[in-house]
């Protein structure tokens, strides 16, 4: 029968990382299944209906990307993709496909845990909190939609057009890194040259203004490379995690 936890399907083909995710996910109130192939997954898509998918992408039925661009198609569920794969080619490809998040194998427990907050925060936002308040608050500033005004602690942030409309998207977006190309689309249009260094540039001045210095992560995180995703409360306390002895 229906409960009020959150179901988490994990797409693994590693048991030992099944057990160890079906693990901390239970002990932590989330109802976990766990299948190991792409097959499987998409199964249990239609007669589960889980709130947030964990995806691998070494798979041994068909590549994990595949699975994305299938579901995508129809679905919205968050994906967070679990894996070994640490190049930024990847990670870029992944959440360009539609996937929320990227964690890196191995992973600490603390950092998969803010992960699967962040990705369900996101659904929640999109569906709820959004619709009935014209605001967006993440610690000391609040995102005034309607007036398209940023305040920090009371205090206006004074933004360019460009910067606010690139603040307003990331927010839009709790929980989901946004790559380079999805938010120079969304500001600049598919044809502009150059928007990397500009988006850069935008963003730098955004950090300064917010106060952030190099490497705070309070309200902007920079996933170096691949692009940038709005924080979450309490998120500075969970370090990332690039570890290199994985398995896939
Ligand atoms: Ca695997």
Same mark, same amino acid.
């Given at each position: 029968m229906s409960n009020n936890k959150y179901k988490v399907l994990v797409i693994e083909d590693e048991a030992n990382i099944c057990n160890l995710l079906d693990t901390i996910l239970s002990a932590n109130g989330y109802q976990a299944v766990t299948v190991g192939t792409c097959k499987e997954g998409i199964m249990m898509m239609l +007669? !589960?209906? #889980? =709130?947030?998918v964990i995806l691998d992408l070494g798979l041994p039925d068909r590549d994990g990307l595949e699975f994305i661009r299938e579901l995508r198609k129809s679905d919205i569920t968050p994906i967070l993709v679990l894996s070994a794969r640490t190049s930024e080619a990847d990670k870029v490809m992944a959440l360009d496909l539609g996937a929320n998040d990227y964690i890196t194998k191995p992973f600490g427990n603390a950092e998969l845990l803010a992960r699967v907050r962040a990705a369900l925060r996101n659904r929640r936002t999109s569906e709820v909190e959004m619709a009935h308040d014209g605001t967006f608050t993440l610690h000391d500033m609040v995102i005034d939609y309607a007036r398209r005004m940023v305040t920090i602690a009371g205090e206006e942030v004074k933004l360019t057009r460009t910067e606010y409309n690139i603040l307003e998207i990331l927010s839009h977006n709790p929980g989901k890194v946004l790559t380079y190309a999805t938010i120079i689309r969304k500001i600049?249009? #598919?044809? =502009? =040259?150059?928007g990397v260094k500009k988006l850069q540039v935008n963003m730098a001045n955004i950090r300064k203004k917010l106060g +952030? %210095?190099?490497? =705070? !992560? %309070?309200y902007i995180i920079n996933e170096l490379g691949v692009g940038y995703r709005i924080s979450e409360e309490n998120e500075h306390r969970y370090a990332r995690n690039n570890g290199n002895e994985a398995i896939d």
């Open positions: +007669s !589960n209906v #889980p =709130d947030l600049w249009g #598919p044809t =502009d =040259d150059g +952030s %210095k190099p490497g =705070d !992560n %309070k």
